[in-house]
């Protein structure tokens, strides 16, 4: 009923930059926060960045200046935009969406996409 579909991953060199972009799709009423977590094998996913309904971003130590989280809520859309890209930053790259289906119940879900791969070569 509700799908995120997550693009734009890739390989790139150390240094370059990547726009990932998720778009949120089915039932949808309202979307509170949309962010981006990260996974490597062997650890836990961890966030990368947020960004709430007013446009209020959050984001892990580890990309601040170099990452930025940007959402269009007309196409229920979130991109992240990373630039200066380390070898520290490969991972698959998973956006989630609070979603609240519908609007006879006052229930936020979360949702998550299947992940993209972001691979930065040295």
């Known amino acids: 009923q509700v799908q995120l579909t997550e693009s734009g991953g890739g390989l790139v060199q150390v240094g370059g930059s990547l726009r990932l972009s998720c778009v949120a799709s089915?039932?949808?009423?309202?979307?509170?926060?949309m962010g981006w977590h990260r996974q490597v094998p062997g650890k836990q996913r961890e966030l990368v960045a947020i960004?709430?309904?007013?446009?209020?971003?959050n984001s892990a130590d580890s990309v601040r200046g170099r990452f930025t989280i940007s959402r269009d809520n007309a196409r229920n859309t979130v991109h992240l935009h990373m630039n200066s890209l380390r070898p520290e930053d490969t991972g698959t790259y998973y956006c989630?969406?609070?979603?609240?289906?519908?609007?006879?119940?006052?229930?936020?879900?979360?949702?998550w996409g299947q992940g993209t791969q972001v691979t930065v070569s040295s």
């Open positions: 989630d969406a609070r979603i609240r289906p519908t609007a006879d119940k006052a229930t936020y879900y979360d949702f």
């Open positions: 089915g039932i949808i009423f309202d979307i509170s926060a």
């Open positions: 960004i709430n309904s007013d446009g209020n971003t």
